[in-house]
């Protein structure tokens, strides 16, 4: 029998190893007190985040399924549904980074094709430490890395993300993952167990000893011990992962399966505990029929393991046979472990004895915390500018920022096209593929903003909504729905658990206004090392319909020459917490720029109705670095320069100001008096500023003075920051 000492080892409180002992009636063993410990872990638990999660709105007419799944599913018409998530591989890809990362992607998509869907798309966001950090350009690497082996290995284009730094996350990456698959309505599976009687079944790959511990290790704070935890993470292998993908795919094409779930956190623990708890039912397996790869494995181990490329799926009876030939011949282990029960108890058997019997309702739902937490009182007053400092120079430097610069040396080692359907290159607003033999399209875009809610939480939650809002309208689609992934700090902290409470209530007020549920998420708790925690990252996905890729509206326009530059949305010069101020001021405290989220929607409506009616040539959001950045983008992309002009006093405030809900169209000449007609009736500001022409970025101030600079020179510092960057690597290493 177990004892408090054991108990705190595997991460549990006193009180919650006292409660173990009520629901059990007894002392818990130790393959008994490691399956409580992994079930009531915050990482499969939400045990201080539950309460408040309940609050987010997640229905809407287009909704299947929402949170409380492998992964929420939207209707996106003609028989077909959307199934997507996004999941966090935080504290592995730090301890690990190519393996963190690699089965970051290899545990999302297994998410999605556990419903039965067919992986269409990966994203990523990666939040890593500041540049001068020692080991940010180790952890960059082996995490780039990682995700583009797996994805690549297994055939699913990674077509888009975010990656920025900061020093408050050298002590803990964030490695967010977000897969999107295509189901038809009618072959949606889901994790029960069915009736009683009915064969328990492992797939895939064998259990061997790695991962064991995972979910406790994502669930709690890293100390100077960080490195010694290198045995929790994971091993993938995307090859294994492929066949299983396929296998999955081929049984479920039969009628075999009642039930299905991914053997992710807490591996065997949660996938047979949550699946026979869907229906009310119990569960007996034998681990002596469990295919493993090492020696000696105990129960615990067998139990607790995450090795990677497993599945439990509950067959119909009689269908034993049918289901293990298409494993066969998928080279995949296929093995009756158990059966469902009607005690509704999780019974373990090995080596002829009973080694564990705990009743289900205790581990699904024996812990909800209500965390103190601490009201937040923001800063409301805006910072000022000390000096009114040359444009010129303040873009050269913002364009040298790793978070503004260009991504290709990422992406490009990702291969984003394969399958055939990808729209565009990664780097745009928002990713789009095509679903294949239609004529429609998916765009998916990921967003968050830490510096707005380390500042205001609330409203930089909002604010992540709002931007994917606007990336998923610039190029046509009409936004559907959210996935997030929560990652905060330690909740027992009242201030941390004051900023996830407001993240919540912020993400819930603009999902609410922008008609965009919640459908599926992920709680990432305790990114924090030594007490120190990361900013708050409420990390935002989302996906829009693109019923006719006609309609789909590029960042920049085919044939810019002599181009109209339209900015749409009013610019009042908020600076504070932009990343003008940031970097150039050296200021970091203030409030975020207000969100107006009725403007939001309205704005969005009219840019849908742009593209919808091809008035426009390209459209993109005005986010970090304000109107300078977006349009030196659009240039660079474009490969032309631009004049502008400024009717504001302040030229600084106008280039780089964050004012929400803005964007930036190109049309051409003669498509301006309609564009204008339609704004007037959707009572839209517009402002014509310049046109897009020659070879430099151009600006005429309003007191007439011009100055410029050659687009070349802006390529050359945004392009090649990542090249220089990691070079330094390879010099060491010589």
Not at 381 to 390: E, F, L, T, V
Not at 502 to 523: F, Q, R, W, Y
């Amino acid at each position: 029998m177990t004892d408090i000492s054991q108990a705190k080892e595997l991460g549990l409180t006193s009180e919650e190893y006292k409660k173990i002992n009520v629901h059990l009636g007894r002392n818990p063993n130790i393959t008994e007190l490691g399956i409580f410990s992994a079930m009531w872990s915050e990482h499969c638990s939400y045990k201080s985040s539950r309460k408040w999660l309940k609050t987010l709105p997640t229905s809407a007419p287009w909704v299947i399924q929402g949170p409380g799944e492998n992964a929420g599913i939207v209707d996106i018409g003609d028989g077909l549904a959307a199934v997507f998530k996004m999941e966090s591989h935080n504290h592995p890809s730090f301890i690990e980074p190519y393996q963190g990362a690699a089965t970051g992607v290899g545990g999302i998509m297994r998410d999605i094709f556990t419903m039965g869907a067919r992986p269409i798309a990966n994203l990523n966001c990666l939040r890593f430490g500041s540049p001068e950090h020692y080991k940010t350009r180790h952890l960059l690497s082996g995490v780039v890395a990682g995700i583009g082996g797996y994805g690549n290995s297994i055939g699913v284009p990674t077509i888009g993300g975010e990656c920025t730094f900061d020093s408050g996350y050298n002590g803990n990456i964030l490695v967010n993952a977000m897969t999107v698959g295509i189901v038809r309505k009618d072959k949606i599976f889901y994790a029960k167990a069915g009736v009683p009687g009915s064969p328990v079944v492992y797939v895939g790959a064998k259990t061997g000893r790695d991962g064991i511990h995972g979910a406790s290790m994502a669930s709690s704070s890293f100390g100077k011990d960080s490195e010694n935890k290198r045995p929790t993470v994971q091993v993938g292998d995307p090859f294994t992962e492929k066949l299983l993908l396929e296998a999955c795919l081929e049984l479920m094409s039969t009628k075999c399966i009642v039930g299905i779930q991914d053997m992710g956190a807490a591996g065997l623990t949660s996938s047979s505990v949550e699946m026979a708890a869907k229906d009310g039912n119990g569960i007996i397996l034998n681990l002596d029929e469990v295919p493993i790869r090492e020696k000696n494995m105990t129960p615990f181990e067998i139990m607790l393991s995450e090795s990677q490329e497993r599945m439990l799926m509950v067959i119909h009876p009689n269908s034993e046979e049918q289901a293990s030939k298409i494993f066969k011949k998928w080279e995949l282990d296929f093995k009756i472990i158990g059966e469902v029960t009607d005690t509704k108890n999780i019974v373990l058997k090995y080596n002829n004895n009973k080694v564990a019997n705990i009743p289900i309702e205790p581990l699904v739902n024996g812990i909800v915390y209500d965390r103190p937490y601490k009201k937040i009182k923001y800063k409301s007053k805006n910072n000022n500018i000390s000096k009114i400092r040359d444009w010129k120079s303040s873009l050269l430097k913002l364009l040298n920022n790793p978070d503004l610069v260009s991504k290709e040396w990422i992406w490009e080692q990702y291969d984003h096209m394969v399958m055939g359907d990808t729209i565009g290159l990664p780097g745009s607003e928002s990713g789009v593929v095509r679903i294949h033999d239609t004529k429609k399209a998916l765009a998916i875009t990921t967003d968050c903003t830490p510096r707005y809610c380390l500042n205001n939480a609330k409203l930089g939650a909002s604010q992540a909504v709002a931007e994917s809002y606007r990336n998923l309208c610039s190029v046509g689609s009409k936004p559907l729905a959210i996935t997030d992934c929560l990652n905060f700090g330690n909740p027992e902290n009242p201030f941390v658990m004051g900023q996830i409470i407001d993240s919540i209530n912020g993400i819930s007020e603009a999902c609410k206004a922008l008609l965009m549920p919640v459908v599926a998420g992920n709680v990432s708790l305790y990114n924090e090392t030594e007490g120190e925690s990361i900013p708050p990252t409420p990390q935002i996905g989302a996906i829009g319909i693109i019923d006719d890729l006609n309609k789909y509206m590029p960042n920049f326009p085919k044939n810019p020459h002599e181009q109209e530059i339209i900015l749409v949305g009013e610019t009042k010069g908020h600076l504070s917490c932009s990343i003008y101020f940031q970097m150039i001021e050296k200021i970091s405290i203030g409030p975020p720029p207000p969100l107006d989220l009725d403007k939001e929607l309205k704005h969005g409506n009219f840019i849908f109705k742009m593209c919808s009616n091809k008035l426009i040539s390209s459209c993109r959001d005005l986010s970090d670095g304000g109107l300078a950045i977006a349009l030196t983008e659009l240039c660079l992309m474009a490969n032309i320069g631009c004049t502008i002009r400024s009717e504001m006093e302040n030229t600084i405030a106008w280039l780089f100001a964050e004012d929400q809900g803005r964007y930036l169209m190109t049309c051409q000449k003669n498509n301006l008096e309609q564009i204008f007609t339609e704004a007037k009736n959707a009572n839209v500001k517009l402002e014509i500023i310049g046109k897009l022409k020659d070879k430099y970025f151009e600006m005429k101030d309003k007191f007439g003075k011009t100055d410029k600079i050659s687009i070349d020179k802006l390529k050359n510092i945004r392009n090649n920051w990542f090249k220089d960057y990691l070079s330094k690597i390879n010099k060491a290493e010589d």
